[in-house]
């Protein structure tokens, strides 16, 4: 299993947040994910957005904790990695 989690750092509503990733396939994601309970809605195209509580579970589950830059390149390096489709600017 390949399933990596980075450092809960990201703010959001009052609690830190994690990336929780696999470097090997998005069914082997998702399969962790329902392991988790972590609701489908996470999914945020290449990652589920998980609260530190429910990183602490994964890296007792076998995620392997490591620094978010090492979760992207493996991510970028497993060809896993989405980028988000961003709007146009505004026509002036």
């Known amino acids: 299993m390949a399933v990596l989690v980075d450092p809960a750092v990201w ?9 929780l990733v696999s470097d090997v396939s ?7 994910a329902v392991l988790l309970e972590v609701p489908r ?7 589920y957005d998980v609260p530190a509580s429910v990183r602490l579970r994964a890296v007792e ?3 392997e904790p490591v620094p978010a830059r090492e979760l992207l ?7 896993l ?6 709007s146009a600017p505004p026509a002036p």
């Open 73 to 79: 390149r493996r991510l970028k390096a497993a060809g």
């Open 61 to 63: 589950l076998g995620a």
């Open 26 to 32: 998005y069914e082997e994601l998702h399969a962790f």
């Open 11 to 19: 703010p959001f509503r009052d609690m830190l947040w994690a990336h």
């Open 41 to 47: 809605r996470a999914f945020q195209g290449d990652h």
């Open 81 to 86: 990695r989405r980028h988000r489709v961003r």
